[in-house]
């Protein structure tokens, strides 16, 4: 081999190992539960998170529905919203860095129309620093910190169907908008 070869060969070698070592894994598609491979998504707001949410299932496996029935779940996303807050002031007043909140709730009925898995909060944030020589590139960087929140919170929510969408829990699906009950009384 030549020099330049065996250089190229060890820096992809200590790179695999050091992305390895680091915790940096390939997100593999996730198989859900039987009851959840027929979906229909209804998701308020950002059309973003429906894309995203879309995405996510079919590459798991999932059939997308145009419309609820017998024999296919509802992932209902009733909260979908945004929140950019200043965190830190600079000279004269000026805001140098926000934070980017992003807040959605999801509740899945299973396919007889019972809740399958009750209502959830994901909350994310990311922070950002703004330069006032650089507005059009924080309107930018702030949405691909929003693309970004997007992207984690559909994982999010995968990993959350996964681990809990084996059985019906709860109430049936007319109910789930009450009040919850006292520990113990069901």
Do not use: W
Not at 85 to 112: C, D
Not at 135 to 159: H, W
Request: charged share 15%; with cysteine; net charge positive.
């Amino acid at each position: 081999m030549k020099l330049p070869m065996v250089r190229s060969l060890v820096v992809l070698v200590l790179g695999a190992l050091l992305l390895a070592g680091c915790g940096f894994h390939l997100r593999r598609s996730v198989r859900l539960a039987p009851t959840l491979q027929r979906m229909h998504l209804q998701v308020s707001g950002d059309n973003a998170l429906t894309r995203q949410l879309a995405t996510t299932l079919r590459l798991s496996g999932v059939t997308l529905e145009d419309h609820g029935g017998p024999g296919i779940a509802v992932l209902r996303v009733p909260v979908n919203s945004f929140d950019t807050q200043a965190l830190t002031l600079s000279g004269f007043a000026s805001v140098s860095e926000y934070v980017v909140y992003y807040r959605v709730e999801f509740e899945v009925l299973g396919t007889n129309g019972k809740l399958l898995i009750p209502l959830q909060t994901i909350r994310m944030s990311r922070n950002f620093t703004f330069n006032q020589a650089q507005v059009i590139g924080s309107a930018g960087q702030q949405e691909q910190i929003q693309r970004g929140l997007i992207d984690d919170t559909a994982q999010a929510i995968l990993m959350r169907l996964r681990a809990q969408g084996g059985g019906v829990v709860g109430k049936p699906a007319a109910a789930s908008s009450a009040a919850p009950l006292a520990p113990g009384h069901h």
